[in-house]
Every structure is written in C-alpha cells, then in structure tokens.
C-alpha cells in the first residue's frame, strides 16, 4: 500500500491566513467597544462605586468652581507615598475627581525620599529649603501664582487611648479630613487675578484676628482666607477715610461708642455702596455703640436686650436656633442649626411709609416660639429674630462708587470666637455671610470637612497566631493537596 511518509498540515496556508485575519479583526472590535464604553462613560454617564468607602462627592461648590476653571493649573505632591500616616492615598484620590471635572489641572507625584533628582528640582523651583518642607500639595498656576498646602494641616486628628493592659498609650486618631476646602481655597487663589480685600474695624474692644484665646478670632480670619478674602485691620482715626479698595468692611464685638467722626465715615462708606458685615454682643446692652441710628435708616432695628429661649439652649444664657427664612445666606443651613450666646434681637424695621427707593430688608434666624427678653421676661413669649440682611437695589441711572449696598447684621459676636465657632454650623455660616456680601453666589454652597472612617480588627496574640498559621500554612497547603489529587486522578 502506497503511503505519503510526510505528514500532511492541519491546515492550509490560505486557512492559516484566515484564522490570523479573523483573530485581528475580532480583537479591533473588542478594542473598538471598549473604547466607546469608555468615551460614552465618562461623557453621558457618572461613576459608579462598589463601596461607600471609595467614593468621593465634590461638593456643588467645588463643582462651580471647577467648570468656571480656565486658566492651567499644576499640581504637584511632594509626598513619601510609602508613608501611611500622611492620607498620601485619600489626597491622590481626591485630586484625581478635580482632573475628572476639569482635565486643565494635571497632576503629578514626586517621592522625595525615592525619587532625589525630582526632588531636589522641585525644591530648587519652589525654594523649598527648610528641613521640615515635607508632605506638600504645590498649586502652580503660572506667572508665580503659587501656592502651598501643608498635608500635615489638611487631617484633624484627637488623642484615643490605645488598649494596653501594662501602660497607658496614645494615638493620633483622624477623625475628618479638610482637603477639599483647602484645595477649592487654593484653586481660587492662583486662578483670580487679586483676592477681595476685607477691613476689620479695631480700636473699641473689639476681638483680634491674631488672638488664639477661646474668644479671638483667628479662626474667624482663617475662614476669610479660605475664601480667598485678604484681611487687614483698620483704624478710622485722624482723616483716614474707609479705603477705597475696601470690598467689605466688618465689625465684630465694639463695647465702646464710636467716635462722630468714624460713623460718619461708615455713613458715607453705605452711601457710596459699601458691604458691611457688624455682630452685635451682650455687652453693647447698655452702652451704645452710635452703629444704631444709621443702621436703622437702613431698615435695622437692633434691640438693647438678649433673648432666652426655653425650649433650645444648652446653658440658659445660649440660643441654638434652627429656624431659617428664605435667602441666600441660611438657605444651606436649612436641616441645621447655629449655636449663639447671649444674642440680641435684631429685626426689620416696620414702616409704615416707607421711603423712596427703600432697601430690601430679611430677617434670616429665628429663635422658637419659647423665646423672651432677659429684661421683660414676664412679655408673652414669641419668635425673636436675630439676623437681618439689606440689599439696596441698583436705581436706573445712579452708579455707587462702590457698587450696590448690602449690609449683614447678626445680635451675637461671641459664637463666632475661636472656640464657639466650632460648634454647629458657625464656621459654614460665615462662609456664606461674606460670600453673599461679597456677591459670590456660585460660594454660597459651602464645603464641609469628610469624616474619616477607620476599620480596625483587635486581635489577641493566640488569634494572631491562629491566623498567621492559617495564612502561610493550612491554605497553601490545601491548594498543594488539592494539584496533588488532581495529579494523582489524571494518572489514572
């Protein structure tokens, strides 16, 4: 029997070439549909999470900020990424949702304990020569717009006690995380061409910007900052008018009267149409500052006494309130609340003809149906307001030198010191007073810190033991009898 000693191929050249042009086709297809997924994903659809722990939401703040964005801006973190006490993971995370919005910021990584050539040129670029210029978020927006964020300052940490049966040990816990409101702060800081310029009125027992004691108000001026208001304090003695650069002028807390002269510099400064922001506290009762009368031509009644209410306090002589109207300026505080101390009442003028061209007058806070005078308090009891907003409405013709007049009064200073701040909604509350003053809507939204979740998992040292053993030992081993089995069963 003849037979062909060569064995024959299983296939044809033409059918190999086949195979080969089918398998590239189906893998530009496959390409091609994950690319559209892709583009369709990140432009009609959102992300989806598959834990809450991943997921991070920019606030509506963040988000206006970020898609009014033109100008590039560089970020760069200065970091030890092996570190995992310097929330190196969450601050990427974070900066990688600002690139998704707005893809003119870009974002880059430098390990200055891995990496000592790019190290050493980002301390060259950035002058970063002292010891402990470590952990940083650089913003470099161009044209020596540059700014510098200390990670060390963007994690709020407090003490835990440390489960430790031989000695007592402490740790630093994080309990939120304020990254998104420092970066938002310094994205606005490199990218406006000059920052809003706030006067803080001194010279009557009023708090200092400088001062750290439970009643200053640093913190006070750390919220300007962050809202990229440059404050500077001012003393209108002499013949010093109120700057013309003043974009806001506060006065938080005077316990003396003003003198003639100053009143009618803030007089003049209304009528031009300056923004004035004035906190009121229990211990201009009896002594009047002379703020009063030209407050109330304005639409301002501010009352010579402070309400108690019975129904929310938490030491009698405090107010919490939780009562808003609808204005810009409480709108996010609705489901909330303010602690206040001592308040006094402040409210809208009832007139009964009222002048031409009258200003539009809001009351913002109300205290609860509860409430009464500390020195009447046998009066029926009844709502007291407590804040009240102006705005003057722009007169066709007539341009201020100024601008358009608003003015912001509040009956208590006290809640807003460096302690009473920190309570409730009184740092956020801020935030969005100057923002309307300032005429900022697109900043009336707010940010608020992220809280910081831990899991952690108490083990014993025989657990531990347990769980070593089970690790390195019982499953390998498992995996090694289970090939071993199916070693033995394909033998057979």
Known sequence: MATDSKSQPSFSPGRRWKIGFDVVVRTALVLAVVVMVNYLGAHFFGRFYLSSQTRIQL???????????????????????????????????????????????????????RDAGEAQKIKEQYKLNSPTDKDLVIFDAGDKRIKIVNGNALTQVKLEQVPNPKEREFRRKPVAFHGEQAFTSMLLAVTSAKPFKAYFLQGHGEPSLSDTDETGYLKFGSILAQNYIAVTNLELLGDNPVPMDCN???????????????????????????????????????????????????????????????????????????????????????????????????????WKNPPANAPQVDELVFTSPASTLAGAPG?????????????????AGVANARGTARILVAGDSFAFGNTSIKSLDNSDFIGYAVNWLLDRTTLLKGIGPRPVTEFRLLMTRTQQREVRWLLLGALPGAVLLFGCLVWLARRK
Request: no cysteine.
């Open 379 to 395: 009066d029926p009891p009844h709502a007291y307001s407590l804040m009240v907003a102006v705005e003057q409405k722009p007169v």
């Open 248 to 350: 806001l002028l506060i006065i938080a807390g005077p316990r003396t009267e003003l003198s003639e002269t100053e009143l009618q510099k803030i007089d003049q400064y209304l009528a031009q149409g300056g923004r004035l922001f004035v906190l009121f506290n229990y211990y201009s009762i009896g002594r009047p500052t002379g703020l009063e009368p030209i407050l109330a031509r304005w639409g301002i009644n501010v009352g010579f006494d402070w309400v108690q209410d019975s129904k929310k306090n938490v030491s009698g002589k405090d107010v919490v309130v939780s009562s808003f109207s609808q204005h810009p300026v409480v709108n996010p505080l609705t489901g909330s609340g303010l602690y206040l101390i001592l308040p006094r009442p402040i409210e809208a003028v009832e």
């Open 59 to 113: 606030s509506s703040q963040t988000l206006d900020i970020l898609k009014s964005l033109t100008n590039h801006v560089n970020v760069t973190l200065y970091y030890d990424t092996k570190d995992e006490n310097n929330f190196y993971p969450d601050i990427v995370a974070l900066l990688n949702e600002y690139r998704s919005v707005n893809p003119r910021i870009s974002v880059q990584t430098v390990d200055y304990v």
